[in-house]
């Protein structure tokens, strides 16, 4: 699961706009962990709040999809945009099921340095296969300072942090907490001269992020 979340959320990048790439990802968290975590993690029926709440996460999935199709998102619709909106929905399914199968092993006993020894395999051996060994030792020499900061600070970084926070919370609030990502997307992709705004985009963004974050706070006055 780890792997398809990865691959699908790079290939998805190439072809679809950032800012809905990663809506899709995590507007579908939410609705997925509800049901997979009273599925896998057998915890019941989900409280009415967090059925509402994913739903309406999803329905405005909808809606960038709509963006996406209509050609109102920042960047023109392609041949293979539709593509890279499917592997960024495959994405988030996959990493709301790696949120769920993670907190699984965090019941079971384990810790955030086992889980995060093993959890990379497949896709250590997805990304051997797809590398272009004809450049990497060049790429490599070339930007190598570019590599480390990138693989610092939008993935090891924020892995450690996430796995730590899943073993202290439930999937479903990571998720969410998740879903404020979009609007942060939205403002750093316009450093790319590719895309130009798109108040659609604004707008579905800024949605995903609301409903997220009152969410969030609904979850901390229950616990409360």
């Keep these: 699961m780890t792997a398809i979340s990865w691959i699908g959320l790079f290939i998805g990048l190439k072809y679809a706009e ?5 809506a899709f990802m995590v507007a579908l968290g939410p609705t997925a962990t509800v049901w997979l975590n009273a599925l896998i993690r057998r915890q019941g029926v989900p409280p009415a709040s967090d059925v509402v709440v994913s739903v309406t ?5 909808c809606y960038m999809i709509w963006i996406s199709a ?3 998102a920042g960047m023109e619709w392609g041949t293979r945009s539709s593509f890279g909106i499917v592997l960024a929905i495959v994405a988030g399914l996959s990493l709301a099921l790696t949120n769920i199968l993670v907190k699984l092993l965090f019941d079971r006993g384990f810790s955030v340095r086992q889980v995060l020894a093993h959890r990379f395999y497949a896709t250590i051996l997805l990304l051997l296969g797809l590398a272009d060994y004809s ?11 570019a590599i480390a900061t990138i693989g610092l600070s939008t993935i090891i970084v924020p892995l450690l942090l996430i796995q730590a926070g899943i073993r202290r919370i439930e999937p479903f609030t990571v998720n ?4 404020t ?5 939205f403002l750093f992709q316009y ?8 108040s659609h985009t604004f707008v579905g963004n800024v949605l995903i992020t609301a409903v997220a974050s009152g969410n969030i706070y609904l979850q901390y006055r229950r616990s409360a």
């Design 18 to 22: 950032p800012a809905i790439v990663v």
């Design 57 to 61: 996460i999803a329905a405005i999935g």
């Design 70 to 72: 209509s050609g109102n």
């Design 135 to 145: 450049s990497l030792v060049l790429e490599i020499s070339q930007h190598w300072l």
């Design 176 to 179: 969410m907490v998740l879903s």
């Design 181 to 185: 990502a979009p609007i942060i997307t």
């Design 191 to 198: 450093c790319d001269s590719r895309i130009v705004p798109s």
